[in-house]
């Protein structure tokens, strides 16, 4: 079966530090771009980032650039969200998604999803 | 960016009803327009996607239609699994904007 399944979140001060870890199986990963999607509490769906196959192109949301880095490791099938400088507003479950096509395409839709890791970030 | 917005936010049917769901897009996206469900605690997943295209293993009851800037999910007759947030999802452009969701509760 396909499946990711995220870990790493938890709770952080304003102004620090986390790493997301998501891990893929049952697909050839490096063939598949992967996201990462974000719920803030009682809210909606937020994409946040985006990597294509490779791993040499990446995409992110005006509200984390500069701040959030996607990175992938095609030889261990795991997508990774390096989050600095974490802020109130980033707390959210955030979700890794498994992309339709190997590039960040108008065509491609997120096929597949894990259950989510919640990152809290306050004082 | 492009702005996507669902109506209506939440609605109340029962067993059997039919349910539409409409999206709105601030510009043309063509037909790059994917539907998701989401349930408390568990993974989204897509219905549509191209929209009108459903997604393997989704139930028939399900379809999407539209192009341009306006977009509908329609649930043929609602079943007691079926009871859970919708949402729209652009892929025409980056930043990928999604729906603000569309809440379907039992009546």
């Known amino acids: 079966d396909v499946q990711v399944v995220e870990s790493g979140g938890g709770l952080v001060q304003p102004g620090e530090s986390l790493r997301l870890s998501c891990a893929a199986s049952g697909f050839t990963f490096g063939t598949y771009a992967m996201s990462w999607v974000r719920q803030a509490p009682g809210k909606g769906l937020e994409w946040v980032s985006s990597?294509?196959?490779?791993?040499?192109?990446?995409y992110y949301a005006d509200a984390v650039k500069g701040r959030f880095t996607i990175s992938r490791d095609n030889s261990k099938n795991t997508l990774s969200l390096q989050m600095n400088s974490l802020r109130a507003e980033d707390t959210a479950i955030y979700y890794c998604?498994?992309?339709?096509?190997?590039?960040?395409?108008?065509?491609?839709?997120?096929?597949?999803w894990g259950q989510g890791t919640l990152v809290t970030v306050s004082s | 960016d492009i702005q996507m917005t669902q109506s209506p936010s939440s609605l109340s049917a029962s067993v059997g009803d039919r349910v539409t769901i409409t999206c709105r897009a601030s510009q043309s996206i063509s037909r790059y327009l994917n539907w998701y469900q989401h349930k408390p605690g568990k993974a989204p997943r897509v219905l549509i996607y191209g929209a009108s295209s459903l997604q393997s293993g989704v139930p028939t009851r399900f379809s999407g239609s539209g192009s341009g800037t306006d977009f509908t999910l329609t649930i043929s007759s609602l079943q007691p699994e079926d009871f859970a947030t919708y949402y729209c999802?652009?892929?025409?452009?980056?930043?990928?904007?999604f729906g603000q969701g569309t809440k379907v509760g039992i009546k």
């Open positions: 999802q652009q892929s025409f452009s980056t930043p990928r904007t």
């Open positions: 990597i294509v196959g490779s791993g040499i192109g990446a």
């Open positions: 998604a498994k992309e339709s096509g190997g590039l960040v395409v108008i065509t491609n839709y997120f096929d597949c």
